[in-house]
């Protein structure tokens, strides 16, 4: 989907190519349920980059490079 900031980004709930995109937009890795942001302590690591950071080619989450 378009977006003016960062040119394109997925689409919430959206399966794309082979790879599930969660509710709050993000690759995930098994967990479309996880709550990323509920644990205030825990620390967070968020992969930035294009087409290859996302795993486009991959036949599932768990091939991505996050994985």
């Known amino acids: ?3 003016a900031f960062i040119s394109h980004r997925y689409a919430q709930n959206a399966k794309h190519a082979g790879l599930e995109v969660d509710s709050y ?3 995930h890795n098994g967990d479309a349920d996880r709550q990323p942001f509920s644990d205030s302590k825990a620390i967070k690591v968020v992969l930035l980059g ?3 950071m996302a ?3 991959v036949t599932s989450n768990q091939c991505t490079i996050a994985s």
Request: proline letters at 0%; glycine letters at 34%.
């Open 1 to 3: 989907m378009y977006d």
């Open 25 to 27: 937009g993000f690759i």
């Open 50 to 52: 294009g087409s290859s």
């Open 55 to 57: 795993g486009t080619g």
